[in-house]
């Protein structure tokens, strides 16, 4: 660490995906950065079924901190407060493993709790009488969290940013419509309706191609999904710079997702002149996805999502002038180098933000072994033998 510097520690976990994206994008592109010493954790839970973070930090020192299953959760939690440090600084805290440590043995460096999506609300009920600032991406949750006690609670709005290509996407051309998902293969994110979106565009005489961008446990399902299809491909690049070329090949980015907060994706995907077809979701998804740039689609509603793909494949007029304000509301209001440094000004606050927290209501850790005076090497034997016995 260098002592004349103040510290900001990134604690997240070490999966590939919006949030790894979100703390990179910070780091590696405010002019700020370079008035601190920044320090990532990378949480990575042994046998993790994620892809883990491929990209590299613009970071001071990059630690990833391992655990496995099996161990006394009060032993996992006492590790990681160690690593966050006693302060002075910043810590910024994405998931619940950093707010337990917090809570349960405090910190000198003031807590920024990031606020993604819904998860993160329910980490802030828990956790939040240990957190100094929220900082929220969407103004909806900025209210929720300040509605709940305005004299007390410090929370803001600011916007997630993308890098901008200098590049545009490729003009809406005849014939087929060129659709592209990218996020995680799992059910939440919606990527397994787009297989009867096709169908449904087909009967009516519609044909497009489709790549889907991602990793998942639905990869194999999908796979066998579309095996008889010709109008389909699969990608999984490392880096969010292949995922954003390869997006702008493409005229429409859809997303028929059930679970959002404010997606990354939608924001890359307007950095390229796409327009997005996505779920209607509160919170980012509406405060961006506005007429002249997209469409909102009831969640689940395949037939919905058909039906919006038609239009914009019989009017490419319209579709390029979406196209066109997309890019433009991308480079006015999500270019990175303006979002990361608002972060990072409010990260060098830090000493103003400092709250004397009350004594904290004792929360439980775990289960029956996750006890303070049990042996961490006792607890994992225990839970081994349990789960050998119960063939697991």
Known sequence: MNADKPEIVFVLPD?????????????????????????VI??????????RVTETFDADEVITFRFGSFENRYTI???????????????????????????????GKTVYQLIHDFY??????????????????????RDVLL?????????????????????????????????????????????????AIDQLLRRTGIRVEWTIIGRGHLKEFLQDQWKQADNIRFASPDTTEEVMRLMSAHDIFILPTRFEGSPVTILEALSTGLAPVVSDLPGGIR????????????????????????ALHNDRRQLGRMRAEARKM????????QTSDNYFRLLLQYASFKRNHPTLAPLPVGFLLDQKWLPNALVSFLRRGASLKNGR
């Open 42 to 51: 990378l949480t990575s839970e042994l046998n993790w079924p994620h892809s």
């Open 147 to 195: 509605c709940s006690d305005p004299a007390n609670i410090k929370a803001f709005h600011l916007q997630h940013g993308v890098t901008i290509p200098e590049g545009l996407a490729s003009p809406v051309a005849e014939g087929p419509l060129k659709l592209v998902f990218t996020g995680r293969l799992v059910e939440a994110k919606g990527v397994q309706d787009l297989y």
């Open 77 to 107: 939690l006492k590790q990681l407060h160690e690593l966050i440090g006693p302060g002075p600084g910043a810590v910024v805290c994405n998931e619940a493993l950093e707010m337990e440590s917090i809570y349960q043995f405090g910190t």
């Open 330 to 337: 991308a480079m006015e209001h999500f270019d990175i180098r």
């Open 15 to 39: 999966i590939l995906g919006g949030v790894s994206s979100f703390n990179r994008n910070i780091i590696n592109n405010a002019s700020l950065r370079k008035e601190a010493y920044v320090r």
């Open 287 to 310: 405060e961006v996805v506005r007429e002249n740039v997209g469409r909102t689609v009831p969640v689940g509603d395949n037939q919905a999502f058909a039906d919006t793909l038609a």
């Open 120 to 141: 993160n609300i329910r980490v802030a009920v828990k956790y939040g009488a240990a957190t100094d600032v929220f900082i929220s991406h969407t103004g909806l949750f």
